[in-house]
DNA sequence: AGCGCCGATTCCGTTGCGGTAACCGGGGGT
DNA sequence: ACCCCCGGTTACCGCAACGGAATCGGCGCT
């Protein structure tokens, strides 16, 4: 194993879970804000770095996941810790309590691969009858 | 078991469901638009006429049922049935698929009653340190 | 000295969602 | 004739969320 104190940074997101093509965009539920599910996600497999969260999201500026990470923070479903370190380094983990949230968004994707494509089926058929 | 087919209308609309204290509103889902979980709930015990629904809605303007239907409608989460008659009724009723969606809010709705209180006394704790 | 990296924060513009108000149209009752 | 009920629809307004650009500050490297 590479690392452990806890999780593995060599297989760290899953690329294709955040790509455009991803239908969270088209399912039709929404945990917290619009990334927090994602911050979830990025964080089920361990604490994550400020920069690291910035990965998958490479296409949002650092107000996303900073703002996102503080509103979860208030709400204690994750745990920022700074080190006062040279090269300034901050991480992010879920607290048990954040954990808790990862098995509804399970529930949402299991909802989305088994029903979604009927839902676009039909929104299409009735929006465009064309 | 009462019946299947049709749907008690003496028991139609759990007011507590509704009322303004109802956790809903702070629970960091949503399954759609805002109230398209609340159509869902009150579908879930059968058909239901338009006034029907805008009972527990009755602080809304038509406008918010009425739009949500056709919106879940399109996406073939209720069909929409309008009867000719003299007093014009028009019933709505979960599709199979709508009613794919009733364990995702049940779901949300078993981990609210768990854990949303911890997420307010976190938020309680951390926005108002006071 | 200047550049760049890390980790943010703040401001600002836009967009979309949510909500209120007003209007429509037919039938029946008084 | 008038009003009311049922079942909507449309137009308009306001706010909060979303997203992007610009800025900040310490430190190391060149």
Redesign the interface.
Known sequence: MADATAHDRSAPLDPDMFHPLCPSSAM?????DKW?GMVIRCLQGGPRRFGELRVPLKAVTPKVPSETLRAM?????VTRTAYDENPPRVEYALTP?GR??I??LD??RA?SE??LP??L???R???QPA
């Open positions: 039709p539920f929404r945990v917290g927090s923070e208030r709400d204690g479903l309590l808790t949230l098995p509804l529930a949402a909802w088994t029903h009927a839902l089926a039909a929104r058929a009735a929006g």
